[in-house]
């Protein structure tokens, strides 16, 4: 592990609710500045599940911060398109899933100057229950933070590629505000890691090895990257969840040997203290700290919303695929 930040235990609230399965993660769209809750503001619309459900944001903060000092909010405009910088290109590809027996879409962003005679490291970024793909391409403005990031040569080009974390969208329809549970479950992971990553492999110029291969996700999309890296450590070398929810399987069930974990170039855990599901992530971070795993653990001011999404890829896209 080259980035062990293992930041101080602090108590969490009682105030961290059960949220019901079929309530989560709706993000809101973030003002200019991209700092939506910085400070405990609240999002707009209130941090609602956008259906009249639970507020997945709170008005007041639940836990201390912790880790800015080394991770510190994302500078002004760091979300921001720039002129006079190159910019990559976010394309939407189809592809057929053998274990869904669907014909599926991906959204696949290639940095500036992508060539078919070079190999790229590429990360797997997944959205939130309800949500699409267009959760990090267009609300989290992804494309324009990584484009930003390489031309302050902050990190190396790389590939992301943005599934459909619902294995029953199709392209004609993406299930928007879709929360069917089993669809984000076992027949998604199988149809990453049997028909997804092999697709991208044979499309793309990549590499097809673990320590050049990341998954990473917001909420929902943060238990699927937590489920399936920490499960799949032979296949990822880079995990960062961010927010997750509570479809995230228990720490002990995840990591019932705490060693192998040891191999993982990167195990990042980001929250917002103003976030009602800071517990799972929390529960995460307390077991691995206590079976002693390095990871990297942050808690700033957002909310369970698209601003903690934001800054959470520009300081966790910096650390990944560095040697």
Known sequence: MRYPILASRSVLLSLCLLAPMALLQAQTTPPASGQGAQGGQQVPGGGRDGRGGMALSSDTPLAETENLDAYPAAPEGFNVAREGIPHGEVTIVEYDSKTLGLRRLLRVYTPPNYRADHKYPVLYLHHGLGNTSTEWTQRARAPIIIDNLL???????????FPSGNATAVPGDEKQGDRTQPAYGAPYHRDLLEDII?????RYSVYTDRNHRAIA??????????????TNLDRFGWIAAVA??????????????????????????????HDNLIRVSRG????????????VW????????????????YHFAQLLFRE
């Open 244 to 273: 997750a929810a509570p479809n995230t399987r228990a720490a002990a069930e995840l990591v019932p040997d705490p060693a192998p974990l040891r191999q993982l170039k990167l195990l990042w855990l980001s929250v917002g203290n």
């Open 198 to 202: 092999p697709f991208v492999e044979s």
């Open 151 to 161: 031309a302050d040569k902050k990190l190396q080009p790389f590939v992301i590629v």
């Open 284 to 295: 995460m971070h307390d077991y691995l700290q206590e079976k002693r795993v390095p990871h």
């Open 217 to 230: 996700g917001m909420s929902m999309g943060g238990g699927q990257t937590l489920n399936i890296g920490l």
């Open 298 to 313: 942050r808690v700033d001011t957002n909310g369970h919303d698209t601003a903690e999404m934001s800054n959470s890829l």
